[in-house]
C-alpha cells in the first residue's frame, strides 16, 4: 500500500505522511470538529436567543395570542432545536468515522514502514559483519603474501652471495697461482739481472711491478703490454666489488740515473692509445719538484722505492679526468704526501665503492 501524501498550499510540495506528520494532522482535524460542533452548539443558542427575542417581541406586539399559540411555538422550537442537533451530531460522527478509518491506515503504513526499516537494518548489519570479514581475510592474505615473498628474496639473495663468493673465491684462487707463477719467474730474471743485463733488470722491474698489483689487486685485471704495441708496461683495469669495469690505469717503470721530460709526452701519448682513465710513471729518479709522488701535466709520478706506485684514487676515475682537463699543466707533490702501496689498496677501496 503505498503511503498517503499531502500537498502543501504554498509550494504545491508533495509531502509523504509519516507517523510524526500524521499526528499533527489528525489532533487539528478533531479540533476542527470540535469547533464546528461548537459553531453548530452556539447557532443553536443563537436561534434560541433569535427565537426568543421574537417571543418576546410577539409577546409584546401581541399579548392577546393565547397560551395555545405559546405552546405550539415552544414545541415547535424544541423540536427544531432537537434535529438541528442531530443532524450536527451526525455529521460530527461521519466526519470521525473517516478520521478514524483514515488514522488506522496511516498507522498501518507507519507499522509496514517501521517493518521494512527494521529489516534494512538487519541487512545493513549483516552487511558490515561480511565486509569486516572479508578485509580481515585480506589482510591476512597480505601479510601471508608479503612473508612468502621476504622469505623468497631472502633465500635468492642468500644464493646469489653465495654463488658470488664461489666465483670471487675462485678467481683468487687463479690469480694467487698466476702470483706464484710470476714470482718464479721474477726470481729467475733477478738471478739473470744480477748478472749484470741492463734489460733484465728492466724486465725484473716490470715483473715486479705487475706481481705487486696482482698481490694488492687480486680482482683487478693485471695485463703486461706486449712489446710492439702501445707504451707503457702494464695495463690495470679496475674492477668493480660486483664485476663490473671501473677504469684502466697505464703503469710504466723506470730505472735509470737521470731523469727525462720526454718520458712524460710519450706515456700521455700511449695513455690515450691505450684508453686509459690515469698514466703512472714509477721512476727511480724523480722530477726536482717531485718529492716521492706527485703529478705533471696529467701523469702521476712516484719513486720505485716505494715498491709499486699509488695513484690517486680517492674520487671516481672521470671526476680525475675532469680535473685534469680543467687544470692542466704541473701539480707538484700533493701535499708532500707519498702513498705507498698499502696506501693507495685504501684509495682504491674507497673508488670501488663509487663504481
Request: hydrophobic share 35%; proline share 3%.
Amino acid at each position: 500500500m503505498s503511503e498517503p501524501t499531502i500537498h502543501c498550499p504554498n509550494c504545491a510540495t508533495e509531502i509523504k505522511l509519516t507517523e510524526s506528520l500524521a499526528a499533527p494532522l489528525i489532533q487539528a482535524t478533531r479540533q476542527e470538529f470540535e469547533a464546528k460542533l461548537a459553531q453548530k452548539e452556539a447557532d443553536v443558542s443563537k436561534r434560541e436567543a433569535t427565537l426568543k427575542a421574537q417571543q418576546r417581541s410577539l409577546e409584546d406586539a401581541q399579548k392577546t395570542v393565547d397560551e395555545q399559540v405559546a405552546s405550539k411555538l415552544k414545541a415547535e422550537r424544541t423540536l427544531i432545536a432537537t434535529e438541528e442537533g442531530k443532524k450536527a451530531r451526525l455529521a460530527m460522527a461521519n466526519d470521525l468515522e473517516a478520521k478514524s478509518k483514515e488514522l488506522v491506515e496511516l498507522q498501518e503504513i507507519l507499522q509496514q514502514r517501521n517493518n521494512k526499516l527494521e529489516e534494512a537494518q538487519k541487512a545493513q548489519v549483516d552487511l558490515i559483519r561480511k565486509q569486516r570479514e572479508l578485509d580481515d581475510a585480506k589482510r591476512e592474505l597480505d601479510l601471508t603474501v608479503e612473508k612468502r615473498l621476504q622469505e623468497s628474496i631472502a633465500l635468492v639473495r642468500q644464493k646469489a652471495k653465495q654463488e658470488a663468493e664461489d666465483g670471487l673465491r675462485l678467481k683468487v684462487s687463479e690469480k694467487e697461482e698466476q702470483i706464484a707463477s710470476m714470482q718464479r719467474q721474477i726470481e729467475e730474471l733477478k738471478r739473470r739481472a744480477d748478472q749484470g743485463s741492463q734489460q733484465l733488470q728492466g724486465e725484473v722491474l716490470e715483473l715486479e711491478l705487475e706481481t705487486t698489483l696482482r698481490l694488492k689487486f687480486p680482482l683487478d685485471s693485471i695485463e703486461p703490454v706486449a712489446k710492439g704495441e702501445f707504451g707503457g708496461d702494464v695495463l690495470q683495469r679496475v674492477m668493480g666489488p660486483l664485476g663490473q669495469w671501473c677504469g684502466s690505469i697505464l703503469w710504466e717503470s723506470k730505472r735509470t740515473k737521470n731523469w727525462s721530460d720526454g718520458w712524460l709526452a710519450k706515456l700521455r701519448g700511449d695513455q690515450r692509445t691505450a684508453k686509459a682513465e690515469i698514466a703512472v710513471l714509477v721512476s727511480s729518479t724523480l722530477p726536482k719538484e717531485i718529492e716521492t709522488f706527485g703529478q705533471i701535466d696529467g701523469v702521476w709520478i712516484t719513486e720505485s722505492s716505494s715498491g709499486a706506485a699509488a695513484c690517486h684514487r680517492s674520487t671516481p676515475i672521470p671526476d680525475r679526468n675532469r680535473q685534469r682537463a680543467a687544470n692542466p699543466g704541473r701539480t707538484g707533490n700533493q701535499n708532500g704526501a707519498s702513498l705507498s702501496v698499502l696506501d693507495r689498496t685504501k684509495i682504491q677501496t674507497s673508488h670501488r665503492s663509487h663504481c
